[in-house]
């Protein structure tokens, strides 16, 4: 029978927030994050549900929005277990489900093309 293997996992713990007990920043200081812009409407109008639909259409557009800013610039991709990539950002399918890049830099060599499935990839940056 084979024992599984353990893998360690870094635990960054947040500073004491303002009141004492929570952790974290305070909700007003400056490394607050920045809320989106949604415009109020009174509750009577508009159910919640109705809000919470309009904030994620908001959040939809920016992120495709970010996708169009990506197209033909050199973006950072950071997968699972670490890996860092970089390749030149060409396209994404209807579903954004794999993104099509070119001049891919993985640490093992350089793909001229390639797909990267969208549900590999964590996080990725890119300079405007």
């Known amino acids: 029978m084979q024992t599984p293997l353990t893998t360690t996992v870094p635990v960054l ?3 004491r927030g303002p009141d004492g007990l929570s952790r974290g920043f305070a909700p007003d200081g400056r490394r607050a994050p920045l809320k989106p812009v949604v415009p109020e409407i009174p509750e009577s109008k508009e159910s919640r549900e ?3 639909q309009r904030a994620r259409a908001t959040l939809r557009e920016r992120y495709l929005r970010s996708l169009l800013a990506m197209v033909g610039r050199q973006v950072s991709f950071t997968l699972h277990e670490g890996v860092h990539v970089t390749a030149h950002f060409g396209a994404t399918d209807l579903d954004v489900a794999n ?3 070119s001049q891919l830099q993985t640490p093992i060599g350089v793909q001229a093309e390639a797909l990267l499935r969208c549900s590999d990839i964590i ?6």
């Open 50 to 52: 109705s809000q919470e």
């Open 13 to 15: 713990r947040l500073p």
């Open 123 to 128: 996080s990725y940056t890119f300079k405007p």
């Open 99 to 101: 993104f099509y890049v």
